[in-house]
């Protein structure tokens, strides 16, 4: 695929306007008589309240027993679940110079409004580290961000000493990851691994034909996102080159081969970002008028909306229903296999993307999970505990603990007995800041 910048163009100037000046959290909030579901592992805590202080959790308490202060922001939380907020670790966001100013703000909003508090944004622009910095100063509504500079792809030089200068400059300027994209030549990649590790700094994304799935291991992926690479090692030496991850090698794949493919993952420590969404929203059965009326799609642009049209009615054309039908078949098996196998799984979507409006395409990717074969607690896992286990900030992020940044969604239905819960937002908390159903809708009405 060739490289993807943020595909949406959203909103209206009224919404720059909107989330330029924002409003200090309140000091202390209190969130009073919430079933909690803390995902430091699979549990209820009912009639809690939770307590958050400057920005941070400062007590989990039974809602009998707590005390909360004056001065405090009370929500009622009344029939009501509580989570750590969502991430979405394949995430792509505008640049926010000129033209596009506005639109980088605009999409970080559509993330927050549904609930995501941390995202991985995949593929760079120097841009980002204002926008990056503003967030974590709380002058836009934003999530936390890290950061994957420029790709690296078919374009980018090739020769060791630019491949290691590339590599070099983007450590410098303060990237946490290397992206890679399809098209990297052999000779480059192993130039690239071999920096990065000079460098320390890790590298995700594509796994280019010329490396393939068992170097990609090798070399130790930090992730390999949209399961990349794992078709072509199922398929028999020999086959023409994947198309779109693999469907066109679905019918000569050998599935025996999956467990030892899962092994090798877990062996590697390399973590996968599925996003089966973007799969399944081109190669699945829904005629391209049902995807079209997706409520979401008022947020994107009609002109990205119309190609989307076009390239699900050349897949459609290019492949039977039954053979794109095996396609996600096999690859929700794969994600199955991946997850039981301990292989980490974080939630990704690639959003925007073709039918992947930022944060909404989120919800559909966890029920996508489900629909593979994980629990909703484990497919809840994937976009909150688990990341920060990836990441390395669980005493940060990822639970409902004390201590823990005050990044919360709050649903009107529990999300355990039916995943698609975590859709039903009654409200969002982003560093202690909170916002109401009606701020989130007003807010979206403002950027449409």
């Given at each position: ?5 943020a ?25 009073e008589?919430v ?11 009912a ?5 958050v ?9 039974s ?5 909360v ?19 979405e ?8 110079s ?22 991985r944004s ?29 790709s690296?792809?078919a ?26 994209h ?22 995700a ?18 992730t390999?996102d949209?399961?990349?690479?794992y ?5 028999p ?5 994947a198309?779109?991850f693999?469907?066109?090698l ?7 081969r ?21 799969v399944?929203?081109?190669y699945g ?35 039977p229903?039954?053979?794109r039908?095996r ?8 994600i199955k ?24 395409s ?44 005050a ?10 007995q039916?995943?698609?819960?975590t ?9 202690g ?10 807010r ?5």
């Amino acid at each position: 695929m060739a490289a993807k910048g943020a595909a949406v163009t959203l909103g209206m100037a009224g919404l720059v306007a909107t989330l330029a000046a924002q409003p200090p959290p309140a000091a202390i909030v209190a969130i009073e008589h919430v079933t909690v579901i803390p995902m430091d592992r699979e549990r209820v805590l009912a009639d809690r309240t939770v307590l958050v202080r400057d920005g941070r959790i400062s007590d989990v308490v039974s809602a009998a027993a707590g005390a909360v202060p004056a001065s405090a922001q009370r929500i009622d939380g009344r029939g009501h679940f509580l989570i750590p907020a969502l991430a979405e670790m394949h995430a792509h966001v505008p640049g926010a110079s000129g033209a596009t100013a506005g639109s980088a703000e605009r999409v970080l909003f559509l993330y927050v409004a549904n609930g995501i508090g941390t995202i991985r944004s995949m593929l760079g622009d120097p841009s980002h580290f204002a926008l990056r910095d503003r967030a974590r100063r709380g002058e836009i509504v934003a999530p936390t961000m890290y950061l994957a500079g420029p790709s690296f792809n078919a374009k980018t030089p090739t020769t060791p000493d630019a491949v290691a200068a590339r590599v070099a400059e983007q450590k410098a300027a303060g990237y946490e990851l290397l992206k890679i994209h399809p098209g990297v030549s052999r000779g480059a990649f192993e130039a690239l691994v071999g920096a990065a590790r000079r460098d320390g700094i890790r590298f995700a994304g594509h796994v280019p034909a010329e490396v393939g799935l068992e170097r990609a291991l090798e070399a130790k992926y930090w992730t390999i996102d949209h399961l990349d690479g794992y078709l072509d090692a199922l398929a028999p030496p020999g086959s023409p080159p994947a198309q779109m991850f693999g469907v066109n090698l679905v019918a000569s794949a050998d599935e025996s081969r999956i467990p030892a493919l899962v092994a090798k993952t877990k062996a590697a420590g390399t973590w996968v970002v599925p996003t089966q969404s973007l799969v399944e929203n081109g190669y699945g059965a829904e005629e391209p008028d049902v995807l079209r009326a997706r409520p979401e799609m008022r947020y994107a642009n009609p002109a990205d909306v119309a190609q989307w049209v076009e390239a699900k009615r050349k897949n459609a054309a290019a492949f039977p229903l039954e053979q794109r039908q095996r396609y996600i078949g096999l690859r929700r098996r794969l994600i199955k296999a991946l997850h039981a196998g301990g292989v980490g799984v974080l939630l990704g979507s690639d959003a925007p993307q073709t039918w992947n409006v930022p944060g909404f395409s989120i919800h559909r990717e966890l029920a996508m999970y489900v629909a593979a074969g994980l629990t909703p607690y484990e497919a809840l896992a994937t976009g909150t505990r688990a990341v920060a286990a990836h990441l390395g900030t669980l005493r940060e992020s990822g639970t409902i603990e004390q201590g823990r940044r005050a990044d919360l969604v709050l649903l009107t239905g529990n999300p355990l007995q039916d995943i698609g819960h975590t859709a039903h937002i009654a409200g969002v908390m982003i560093g202690g800041r909170w916002l109401s159903r009606s701020e989130i809708d007003r807010r979206l009405d403002a950027g449409r």
